[in-house]
């Protein structure tokens, strides 16, 4: 847009540029143009904040073309960002008291505010997020996004993030394109009543694969079937393919974090699945809570605006029905395909 649009181009000769994420968008319109802020957990995802200082970095901006005074001040994740009265529909105004990326929304509402407190959200894609504390760890490498959950009264608190392209969507694609099933819904009957000696596995590479392997020319692909293999089968493989991605994502946790807790605090469409849930318990050999609200985000947000630190209730949780010799075994199957197609 700076070397294209003609009107971003004017507007920066006349020094009139704003370049901002969406949160910072939608304050500046909430305050009517009066404020233009916004905070590490989103300023972290545009690539031009040092995630160690919290500030807009300088060698970064002049490597994408940006200048920084057309960039938006950034405050904590619970400063007061302006007053709104919602275009008019408010009689008076109230503060903005809190922005937060969804993710790490999400892990507010969890209540993960301690190093080793980690959720996984189901969504199209997956997002498994882990708090490692106020302090970066010297032996990161780039396995996983290294990022920012908030700052708190001027208190960064840093996370991993693993995220896995398909999720929900490898649902939808059994729907839509396969036409195996007619509702997400049907997926945790099938996959309980699949032949249990078939061990089909889909590879769910349809825009390569993320978080952990990070090959993106791998295409997708159901490996080790048989004759035996049918619907119940092919959707069973679907669903365990999400749960392997999120373990391999926990295995790198390990590696990277001096604390990864035995609780996976879970959120997002997906939770209703029961089969999901246990397979993921099994597979991880950890507790899996399910969140009493799916969508999280928002009240996250709404918990940060009030400093609201209890930790949620949950409506259920899940424990290994499996021993971890079992788990292994699954986990090395799936992992020598891996290899074999990488």
Same mark, same amino acid.
């Not at 971003?8 to 020094?15: E, G, K, L, S, Y």
């Not at 919290?54 to 057309?70: P, S, V, Y």
């Not at 960002?81 to 503060?95: A, C, S, V």
């Not at 996250?300 to 424990?319: C, L, P």
């Given at each position: 847009?700076?070397?294209?649009?003609?009107?971003?181009?004017?507007?920066?000769?006349?020094?009139?540029?704003?370049?901002?994420?969406?949160?910072?968008?939608?304050?500046?319109?909430?305050?009517?143009?009066?404020?233009?802020?916004?905070?590490?957990?989103?300023?972290?995802?545009?690539?031009?904040?040092?995630?160690?200082?919290?500030?807009?970095?300088?060698?970064?901006?002049?490597?994408?073309?940006?200048?920084?005074?057309?960039?938006?001040?950034?405050?904590?994740?619970?400063?007061?960002?302006?007053?709104?009265?919602?275009?008019?529909?408010?009689?008076?105004?109230?503060?903005?008291?809190?922005?937060?990326?969804?993710?790490?929304?999400?892990?507010?509402?969890?209540?993960?505010?301690?190093?080793?407190?980690f959720k996984v959200t189901f969504g199209t894609g997956s997002s498994v997020m882990l708090n490692i504390g106020k302090k970066l760890p010297?032996?990161?490498?780039?396995?996983?996004?290294?990022?920012?959950?908030?700052?708190?009264?001027?208190?960064?608190?840093?996370?991993?993030?693993?995220?896995?392209?398909?999720?929900?969507?490898?649902?939808?694609?059994?729907?839509?394109?396969?036409?195996?099933?007619?509702?997400?819904?049907?997926?945790?009957?099938?996959?309980?009543?699949?032949?249990?000696?078939?061990?089909?596995?889909?590879?769910?590479?349809?825009?390569?694969?993320?978080?952990?392997?990070?090959?993106?020319?791998?295409?997708?692909?159901?490996?080790?079937?048989?004759?035996?293999?049918?619907?119940?089968?092919?959707? #069973?493989?679907?669903?365990?393919?999400?749960?392997?991605?999120?373990?391999?994502?926990?295995?790198?946790?390990?590696?990277?974090?001096?604390?990864?807790?035995?609780?996976?605090?879970?959120?997002?469409?997906?939770?209703?699945?029961?089969?999901?849930?246990?397979?993921?318990?099994?597979?991880?050999?950890?507790?899996?809570?399910?969140?009493?609200?799916?969508?999280?985000?928002?009240?996250?947000?709404?918990?940060?605006?009030?400093?609201?630190?209890? #930790? #949620?209730?949950?409506?259920?949780?899940?424990?290994? #029905?499996?021993?971890?010799?079992?788990?292994?075994?699954?986990?090395?199957?799936?992992?020598s395909w891996i290899k074999k197609l990488a």
């Amino acid at each position: 847009m700076l070397l294209n649009e003609p009107r971003v181009i004017q507007a920066q000769a006349n020094n009139d540029l704003c370049l901002g994420t969406m949160d910072t968008w939608l304050v500046y319109q909430l305050t009517n143009g009066q404020s233009f802020k916004t905070e590490p957990s989103n300023a972290c995802r545009t690539q031009l904040m040092n995630i160690k200082t919290g500030n807009w970095d300088q060698e970064l901006a002049e490597i994408f073309g940006i200048d920084t005074k057309d960039l938006p001040e950034i405050v904590d994740s619970n400063a007061n960002f302006g007053e709104t009265d919602l275009f008019g529909l408010l009689p008076h105004k109230i503060p903005i008291l809190s922005v937060l990326g969804d993710s790490q929304a999400a892990l507010f509402a969890h209540g993960c505010f301690e190093t080793g407190d980690f959720k996984v959200t189901f969504g199209t894609g997956s997002s498994v997020m882990l708090n490692i504390g106020k302090k970066l760890p010297d032996n990161l490498n780039n396995q996983l996004n290294t990022s920012l959950a908030w700052s708190i009264n001027g208190q960064k608190s840093y996370v991993l993030e693993g995220n896995i392209n398909y999720a929900g969507a490898c649902v939808t694609w059994l729907k839509d394109k396969l036409h195996l099933i007619q509702d997400p819904a049907e997926t945790a009957n099938l996959a309980l009543t699949a032949n249990p000696n078939d061990h089909t596995i889909l590879i769910p590479a349809f825009a390569g694969l993320g978080a952990p392997y990070w090959l993106p020319d791998m295409k997708a692909a159901f490996v080790n079937m048989t004759a035996t293999t049918g619907k119940k089968e092919l959707v #069973r493989a679907t669903l365990n393919s999400l749960v392997y991605q999120i373990n391999d994502i926990l295995q790198a946790f390990h590696q990277l974090s001096p604390k990864v807790n035995d609780e996976i605090h879970t959120d997002g469409g997906m939770i209703k699945n029961k089969y999901l849930m246990q397979y993921l318990s099994n597979i991880t050999q950890k507790n899996v809570k399910i969140a009493n609200i799916s969508e999280l985000s928002a009240l996250g947000s709404a918990m940060n605006a009030m400093q609201h630190f209890d #930790r #949620r209730q949950y409506s259920k949780t899940y424990t290994p #029905r499996i021993n971890k010799n079992t788990a292994e075994e699954y986990c090395n199957e799936w992992t020598s395909w891996i290899k074999k197609l990488a």
